[in-house]
């Protein structure tokens, strides 16, 4: 039992340090790992599909351990399942550095697949958030953390493509088994600020509020399906970001593709992807504190017609505009963080809490799942069409988004703030 003499404002400040520190450094370590992925893949095949298929093992990983993760979470806690899901990430950074020393593929594929966990804690962070935060500061609680992936995803790549590389050049390793062993560090790391300072358990500390007790039986993802389809407004959230997902990743995997065309160098292209990053986490501070302000589903509504607006941009560019692909690029990830920080603090907020754990996890399966095959499709687009007309498809799916959060309006009646359980 969770004693009721702590003061749940107290362990709320602490909860968002701590997952802030271990949400950075497992980003850093997931986006290093990414950007080795697909080079190490190549080297060791000859082949740019299986090399493109390691760097898919993240994103499938992250998908498959969103399920398993929020029924460990359901059942003993945040912090046992974000620890073993680090734990395994880390593990799975091991075998990826014993696949670039042996030279044996199969190992990069297996480690890709279990790194893929290190993102799904990362992503069920801003959940956790929200745990113990009051429903007027819970937009601000979410976009806390989500903002602490900026640091990792802009400091992960060149730490660990630099840094580890050279270490590991320098002790007669291959330079790509260094990228591996700094993900791994960073992922135990991140374990171990989970395990020694997510303390006390702030999942457990808001049960202990409602009179639920402490760890349970876990609810089934039938039960979270049930919890989202019973409430109208956790469906419109869902969908929401369900939807924003897929435009995002379509657009943004094929982006590299698109400016190679112009014969467009490296640091171009990583020019682009970083401005991406920078909007999908850099505001993340403020448009929480604006969901709080202004509400979550005027937000969702926003954020809707920003990746139209971003879409549109990015299909009317040639492969030489780079101007204009930044602008795209740089507006898909602010829509996207709109979308990511509002439908987070909907479903928290109208999801019975017997039931939201689970709700949460399915929500990031198929977000992660839909956004994968998103990236896949997005191929097949450009190659039987153009990047333009995937732009205007992208631009397409968004209008439900906007749709779906007038509908959640009309619903709500114009509420301030998504109704709390």
Known sequence: M?????????????????????????????????????????????????????????????????????????????????????????????????????EFYPLLLLGTLLIGAGNAVALAARFAAADLAAPESRGRAIGYVVWAATLGAVLGPAAGLAGGGFIAESIGLPRIAGVYAFVAISLFFASQVIDRFLRPDPLLVAREALGQGAPR????????????????????????LVIAHVVMIGIMTVTPLHLHDSDSGLTIIGLVISVHILGMYAFSPVVGWLTDRVGPLPMIVVGGLILILAAEIAAGSAPHDHAQIFGGLFLLGIGWNFELVASSSVLTGVVVPERRVAAQGLTDLVMNSFGAAAGIGAGFVIGLRSFGMLGHVGAAVACTVV???????????????????
């Open 2 to 102: 969770v004693p009721e003499t702590i003061d749940h404002e107290q362990t709320q400040r602490r909860t968002l340090w701590v997952l802030s520190v271990s949400v950075a450094l497992a980003t850093a370590g997931a986006a290093a790992a990414f950007a080795a992925a697909a080079v190490l893949g190549e080297d060791l095949t000859g082949n740019e599909v299986l090399g493109s298929l390691a760097a898919a093992g993240l994103t499938i990983g992250t998908a498959a351990g969103a399920v398993p993760l929020a029924r460990m979470m359901d059942a003993r806690g945040r912090r046992p399942g974000f620890r073993l899901g680090l734990l395994v990430a880390g593990g799975g950074g091991l075998l990826v550095m014993l696949s670039a020393i042996a």
């Open 217 to 240: 039986q876990a609810a089934s993802m039938k039960e979270g399906l049930l919890g989202i389809m019973a409430a109208p407004l956790a469906q419109i959230a869902a969908g929401a």
């Open 403 to 421: 749709v779906a959060g007038v509908v959640g309006l009309l619903l709500a009646r114009g509420p301030r703030t998504a109704p709390s359980t």
